[in-house]
């Protein structure tokens, strides 16, 4: 094993005990467990080809390579976890997006493994992915490491105007935005879904299917930015909780693989306390809200459409209109003005959405007054099919559905004189956007709905408290 890795060894050796203390999974000791603390998850548009983060990216990516497939610590393998057309289908093999409820947690799971693997491979003990801040509007283009054609880091499959440094759309930082306003865990997940989505169409190539997605470099730091989404959305309190009293999201179980290449299973509740459970933080993050999973779970409140639009239709490569309140639904206006007394958010439920193939485009959504021209007053996010609504996907297929917030739509406008508009986007920046889209298959959506966004039921303080201390004990 690496030199410096032995001596941080020797430094922890009396001190070091398994990052994950009385969780569920199990496999070798955690190879993080000897970096002298929480290790730093940096911003990949800050670094340069040089920076030792990337240094040993590349290094570890040549060495997976050179593994067998077989091998589950072979960059083949890792990237058929999250999905692959091998008809082999060994263990773990298509385990992405089986049930959209862990969407964040799985990724959570898988990245941190990966993470761990990259270390031993790169040599480098304290090695962690960095993230790639799309949200920014300066570091919207893919960044410039990735985008050099003699480096490992590099995709030739991209689309050639993402790997010549053409800049994603600033909608997409605007639609995660938008998502931080709401309250609801599964509502929140679902909302930035829609950018991340997004960022793997317009990325595309590899990136732009479930089943090649993870054999782009890139797609590790990209979703190094969907989990800091998780932290950034629970920092901001307000009631905000993942969903760690749900029996079925705290239970489910899903094996990975370790740094030695050994099945390891993880449960949500090993995944909710990133910095004290997996040993990593955010660079420029707050302070991570720390949650426990309490002893006895408890159920989650059912989300119950207040307004509901179930006349199946079509989205294509021009504009689409609706009205938000149908007219036979009229007479739900008063509950609509009730639920938006009360306290919680108003969201916008696009559901049971499907397409025979990939459509290649993305869709902006907007509410505004009958026959307004869409705007940034108007945008309320933006979603593509990636992980769901993919009849071509064979594993563990369901349609997509995306929530928006509408608090702000609705501020100033009569919910019923307001119309709902689906506008068909290429995911670049202006004017590389305005390029014909070129839809390759149409897309149906079958409802749409208004829905209350309110926090979930409080967790038990004395209980968490107790948990905190007895973690901290340990």
């Not at 603390?37 to 030792?52: C, E, H, L, Q, V």
């Not at 393998?77 to 385990?95: E, F, K, M, V």
């Not at 930082?173 to 931080?180: F, H, K, Q, R």
């Not at 997509?400 to 919910?415: H, I, Q, R, T």
Request: glycine share 8%; charged share 20%.
């Amino acid at each position: 094993m690496d030199a410096l890795i032995g001596r941080r060894r020797f430094l922890k050796a009396s001190a070091a005990t398994s990052l994950v203390a009385g969780s569920s999974f199990f496999g070798a000791p955690a190879f993080a467990d000897f970096a002298a603390g929480p290790t730093i998850r940096r911003n990949a548009s800050t670094m340069t080809a040089s920076d030792p983060i990337l240094v040993g990216y590349r290094r570890a990516i040549q060495r997976m390579r050179a593994l067998a497939d077989t091998n589950p610590c072979s960059w083949f393998y890792q990237a058929a976890i999250h999905g692959t057309l091998d008809p082999r289908n060994l263990q773990s093999w298509n385990t992405c997006h089986t049930d959209p409820t862990f969407f964040w947690a799985w990724h959570r799971m898988y990245l941190y493994f990966f993470e761990r693997i990259v270390r031993k491979q790169s040599g480098m003990y304290d090695w962690a992915i960095p993230f790639w801040d799309w949200t920014n509007p300066a570091q919207r283009a893919l960044p410039a490491p990735f985008r050099d054609s003699t480096s490992s880091l590099f995709d030739g499959t991209r689309n050639a105007s993402i790997n010549s440094g053409t800049p994603l759309s600033t909608s997409l930082g605007t639609s995660i935005a938008n998502a931080m306003t709401l309250l609801d865990y599964f509502n929140t997940q679902s909302s930035v879904s829609g950018p991340h989505g997004t960022v793997h169409i317009t990325v595309n190539g590899n990136m732009h299917d479930v089943t090649s997605a993870a054999l782009d470099p890139i797609f590790y730091v990209h979703h190094s930015e969907v989990d800091r989404q998780w932290n950034q959305w629970l920092a901001q309190g307000g009631g905000r909780t993942s969903p760690v009293g749900n029996a079925t999201w705290r239970n489910s179980a899903y094996t990975f693989f370790d740094e030695c290449c050994a099945p390891v299973r993880m449960r949500g509740c090993d995944v909710v306390r990133a910095a004290r459970q997996l040993s990593y933080s955010y660079e420029g993050e707050p302070p991570q809200v720390e949650q426990y999973c309490p002893r006895i779970p408890f159920n989650i409140r059912e989300i119950v459409p207040v307004i509901q639009w179930r006349r199946p239709f079509m989205l294509r490569d021009r504009p689409v209109r609706l009205p938000l309140v149908p007219p036979e639904q009229r007479n739900m206006l008063p509950r609509l003005a009730e639920a938006a007394r009360g306290g919680g958010n108003l969201a916008l439920r696009v559901a049971g959405i499907e397409a025979d193939a990939q459509p290649g485009i993305s869709w902006e959504v907007h509410v505004g007054p009958s026959g307004f021209t869409p705007g940034p007053a108007s945008f309320v996010g933006i979603f593509a099919l990636f992980g769901a609504g993919l009849k071509t996907r064979r594993n563990h297929y369901h349609p997509a559905d995306f929530v928006f917030p509408l608090n702000k739509a609705l501020a100033n406008g009569d919910p019923a004189r307001m119309e709902v508009q689906f506008v068909p986007v290429s995911g670049l920046a202006e004017p590389a956007g305005r390029e014909r889209l070129a839809v390759r298959s149409s897309v149906s959506v079958g409802e749409v709905s208004v829905v209350v966004d309110a926090p979930m039921p409080e967790l038990p303080r004395d209980e968490q408290e107790q948990l905190r201390r007895l973690e901290r004990s340990q």
